[in-house]
């Protein structure tokens, strides 16, 4: 397997479908299936959700509201698509836990890192809602913070679009895709992958980025099997984990339990 432990991003917006807010049924159970079929091949699966679809704390400003409340709201926005997906992920039973950087006890954890490290290794589905917890960020600082602190050893990024371009290819015919680009170069070329913030967080980390179409299907399953989609961005070419062999994931993650599917209930 190319990646053992992996933080998957989806935005919240993508959350939407062809709808103008909220949670579109059908989009929610096709990303659930995605997860699923990683899950049952022993990849450690955390996901970050976004809440776009839902409300963003800049739109707080536009109301005339204060931007701190508006990101908390955000956050909370974070945690129904976070609980959404959980149940879609357990009506296909796969086991899950909803880890919360807001303090939100009657309906999921909060987060610990130890306790979501744990959670992976029982072959959960961990989930990481709220973000960070503080206002002024995002979910992709949120994604990339978590996929450090879990030693996650990718993020990957599920946009609409199938990678990085030179250009925005919803705008530009003639722009066309990097297969592989370098941290430095995203910057020097002002390419927009995250915000800096969750950027500059990945860079100083080493942790290596793929931005990909997650809403073909099968594009995730593809991925973990170590084809070439989407846009990987990595220190330099040839320092990425895909190229790290299978004995030396191994190692990184040793002590491990077995991965099978349903496990006891105990943290
Ligand atoms: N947010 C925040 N701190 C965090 C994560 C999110 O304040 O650590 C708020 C912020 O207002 C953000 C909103 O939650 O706009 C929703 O998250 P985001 O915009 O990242 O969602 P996406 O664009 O991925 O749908």
């Not at 509201?65 to 945690?79: E, H, I, N, S």
């Not at 939100?104 to 610990?112: D, F, L």
């Not at 206002?135 to 993020?155: G, K, M, N, Q």
Request: charged letters at 20%.
């Amino acid at each position: 397997m190319t990646y053992q432990r992996i933080l998957l991003k989806l935005s919240g917006e993508a959350l939407m479908g062809q709808q103008q807010y909220g949670i579109d049924a059908e989009r929610l159970m096709q990303y659930a299936a995605e997860i699923k079929t990683v899950a049952d091949r022993g990849v450690q699966v955390a996901v970050v959700i976004g809440g776009g679809n839902i409300f963003r704390g800049v739109q707080a400003e536009h109301f005339g509201l204060d931007r701190v409340q508006g990101d908390y709201m955000g956050m909370l926005a974070t945690v129904i698509n976070s609980m959404a997906l959980q149940s879609a992920l357990e009506k296909m039973d796969v086991p899950t836990r909803l880890l919360s950087g807001l303090t939100i006890q009657r309906v999921c954890e909060p987060y610990i890192r130890r306790r979501a490290v744990r959670h992976l290794e029982k072959g959960r589905v961990v989930i990481f809602g709220a973000g960070i917890g503080s206002p002024y960020f995002t979910t992709d600082s949120a994604a990339s913070l978590r996929a450090i602190e879990i030693e996650a050893d990718v993020v990957l990024k599920g946009t609409r679009v199938n990678g990085i371009y030179t250009a925005d290819p919803e705008k530009d015919s003639t722009a066309t895709r990097y297969t592989e680009i370098t941290f430095d170069e995203v910057i020097s070329k002002n390419l927009n992958v995250m915000d800096m913030t969750a950027f500059t967080l990945c860079k100083e980390n080493n942790l290596p980025i793929i931005v990909f179409d997650m809403n073909s299907q099968g594009n995730l399953e593809r991925l973990i099997a170590g084809e070439s989609l989407g846009t990987l961005v990595t220190m330099a070419p040839g320092t990425d984990a895909q190229r790290t062999s299978a004995a030396q994931l191994d190692a990184k993650h040793s002590g491990l339990q077995p991965l099978v599917g349903n496990q006891p209930e105990q943290a």
